[in-house]
């Protein structure tokens, strides 16, 4: 029994001496990386967040008038804005182009289109969805009607904010992701009879 005691009391002792040492160690090993470490302050990378921000902000609203023979029943535009309305990609262009459209932008990037079928549904759309209103009969039910008119169809893929502040939409050529033309013929098959 006393053997045994003694046997307890010798090995906690060397277990407070290994956390000692141990305690010891970690400590100067503490104080000398802070004492020699190098300072890497300057390496590490500092964004500027209001700079970011800055740069992925819109340019303001900006109000658009229609030019003249911008929408008409020429079957070319209105397949251009088929096309681009319904190109669900992400940088790449899908399927054959139709007259008059490039795969590439002028610098040379491959050009996005469309993704309005992402949030629009329309005559022949495939997998539509229905963040924004659905555009079937837009012809009939609201520029026939005198409820909508070009000029409103224009302006709202132009830059949709001028009508609704908060709007969902993506804004198109006030940030010259799609050029006039483009907004020409996308508003030319909208307001098409489909
Ligand atoms: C992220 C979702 C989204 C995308 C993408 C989108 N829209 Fe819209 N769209 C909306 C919403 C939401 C509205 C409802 C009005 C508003 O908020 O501006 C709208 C409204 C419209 C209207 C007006 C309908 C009316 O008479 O009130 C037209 C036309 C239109 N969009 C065309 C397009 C075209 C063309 C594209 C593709 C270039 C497109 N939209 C892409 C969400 C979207």
């Known amino acids: 029994m006393k053997?045994?005691?003694?046997?307890?009391?010798y090995s906690l002792r060397i277990s407070i001496v290994e956390f000692l040492m141990k305690k010891t160690i970690m400590i100067s090993l503490l104080v000398s990386t802070s004492l020699f470490a190098a300072d890497y302050s300057s390496v590490i990378e500092k964004p500027n967040a209001s700079e970011l921000i800055q740069k992925d902000l819109l340019p303001p609203a900006k109000v658009f008038t229609m030019p003249s023979n911008?929408?008409?029943?020429?079957?070319?535009?209105?397949?251009?804005?088929?096309?681009?309305?319904?190109?669900l990609?992400?940088?790449?262009?899908?399927?054959?182009?139709?007259?008059?459209?490039?795969?590439?932008?002028?610098n040379g990037k491959s050009k996005q289109y469309g993704n309005c079928v992402a949030c629009?549904?329309?005559?022949g759309a495939v997998g539509a969805g229905n963040i924004g209103p659905d555009l079937t009969g837009?012809?009939?039910?609201?520029?026939?009607?005198?409820?909508?008119?070009?000029?409103?169809?224009?302006?709202?893929?132009?830059?949709?904010?001028?009508?609704?502040?908060?709007?969902?939409m993506t804004v198109n050529l006030t940030t010259k992701l799609f050029n006039e033309q483009?907004?020409?013929?996308?508003?030319?098959?909208?307001v098409s009879e489909r």
């Open 182 to 190: 483009e907004i020409c013929d996308m508003t030319s098959y909208i």
């Open 3 to 9: 053997i045994l005691l003694l046997e307890d009391e």
């Open 120 to 123: 629009h549904n329309i005559e």
């Open 138 to 168: 837009y012809k009939a039910i609201f520029v026939d009607s005198g409820v909508r008119d070009n000029q409103f169809v224009y302006q709202k893929i132009a830059d949709p904010r001028v009508e609704n502040a908060n709007t969902h």
């Open 70 to 87: 911008c929408v008409t029943n020429d079957k070319d535009s209105i397949a251009r804005g088929a096309f681009i309305f319904h190109n």
């Open 89 to 106: 990609n992400g940088g790449k262009v899908k399927g054959k182009l139709p007259k008059g459209l490039a795969k590439k932008n002028a």
